[in-house]
T-cell receptor, first 110, second 112 residues
Framework: QQPVQSPQAVILREGEDAVINCSSS?????VHWYRQKHGEAPVFLMI?????EQKGHEKISASFNEKKQQSSLYLTASQLSYSGTYFC???????????FGTGTRLQVFP | DAGVTQSPTHLIKTRGQQVTLRCSPK?????VSWYQQALGQGPQFIFQ???????QRGNFPDRFSGHQFPNYSSELNVNALLLGDSALYLC???????????FGQGTRLTVV
């Protein structure tokens, strides 16, 4: 089943922060985060493999709570380039299928 | 190092026709997955190929089939095209021993 993301959409001013959540009904082995700009392919941001793991890339970080089957993506001091649709992708145990979430559209304005 | 490449970039077909899309994975990757992305939706998993065999499959009819070649490149075939097959078709490559999946730019298929 498809992971559910919240919120569905976020509107920010440059410099503001945002959190995007991803929740699954299945036990997760890993969570992947992607950003997709209009008309382009999804771009890999990061992957989280272990429960409670946190990762960061510049001003974008994420956490993964394996027990709750949830992950959150944190965008700090947003930039115009952060605009796009963010997807979480989840891989459950005993499968290699990467299943994408419902997506969160993020718009950053000057 | 070339990333994932897909061809063609755009395609227009008529209902009932057949189409073949192609994907060359990133260097060092041996696994190819195909996704269908309708406008405004997230990518939907079609199937995954490794060692020239289909390993996983999503909820797509048998009209969707694929193939992987010894050089790890892959094809997606869709028979008896329907209007609802119009979408962006994405190929993602990864390593069976690794974790990250990288996407190609996609093929925009329009069925008229």
């Amino acid at each position: 089943q498809q992971p559910v993301q919240s919120p569905q959409a976020v509107i920010l001013r440059e410099g503001e922060d945002a959190v995007i959540n991803c929740s699954s009904s299945k036990a997760l082995y890993s969570v992947h985060w992607y950003r997709q700009k209009h008309g382009e392919a999804p771009v890999f941001l990061m992957i989280l493999l272990k429960g409670g793991e946190q990762k960061g890339h510049e001003k974008i970080s994420a956490s993964f709570n394996e027990k709750k089957q949830q992950s959150s993506l944190y965008l700090t001091a947003s930039q115009l380039s952060y605009s796009g649709t963010y997807f979480c992708g989840t891989v459950s145990y005993n499968t290699d299928k990467l299943i994408f979430g419902t997506g969160t559209r993020l718009q950053v304005f000057p | 190092d070339a990333g994932v490449t897909q061809s063609p970039t755009h395609l227009i077909k008529t209902r009932g026709q057949q189409v073949t899309l192609r994907c060359s994975p990133k260097s060092g990757h041996d696994t190819v997955s195909w996704y269908q992305q309708a406008l405004g939706q997230g990518p939907q998993f079609i199937f995954q190929y490794y060692e020239e065999e289909e390993r996983q499959r999503g909820n797509f009819p048998d009209r969707f089939s694929g193939h992987q070649f010894p050089n790890y490149s892959s094809e997606l075939n869709v028979n008896a095209l329907l209007l609802g097959d119009s979408a962006l078709y994405l190929c993602a490559s990864s390593s069976i021993s690794g974790t990250e999946a990288f996407f190609g730019q996609g093929t925009r298929l329009t069925v008229v």
